[in-house]
């Protein structure tokens, strides 16, 4: 099983920053992406960023230039830069990792519990 813990998450105002972490524990044999993944009230789940083993990112048009997803390989660690927050920002943020433990034959998605971030003045 592996575990995602979040934190870093807050209230902000309009324009600030907030680093969000993303720490994964357990039987690990490998991570391939992690993630962060948002859901706003009455809204579906969205990507917000991924990054590979290898550092290839992918960002939501809406954050991009804005956010920066980071990754530790040797801590099983990913980090979430966001800058320039909007009211709209507002969400609970998932962590995600595809991994795979040992002696499974694929890997599997893990979330987190989720760390609220809002955006206010």
């Known amino acids: 099983q592996v575990h995602l813990v979040e934190s870093g998450g807050g209230l902000v105002q309009p324009g600030g920053s907030l680093r969000l972490s993303c720490a994964a524990s357990g039987s690990i044999f490998r991570i391939y992406t992690m993630g962060w993944y948002r859901q706003a009230p009455g809204k579906q789940r969205e990507m917000v960023a991924t990054?590979?083993?290898?550092?290839?990112?992918n960002y939501a048009d809406s954050v991009k230039g804005r956010f920066t997803i980071s990754r530790d390989n040797a801590k099983n660690t990913v980090f979430l830069q966001m800058n320039s927050l909007k009211p709209e920002d507002t969400a609970v943020y998932y962590c995600?990792?595809?991994?795979?433990?040992?002696?499974?034959?694929?890997?599997?998605?893990?979330w987190g519990q989720g760390t609220q971030v809002t955006v206010s003045s």
């Open positions: 990054i590979t083993s290898g550092g290839n990112t």
């Open positions: 995600n990792c595809n991994a795979q433990i040992p002696l499974a034959i694929s890997p599997s998605n893990y």
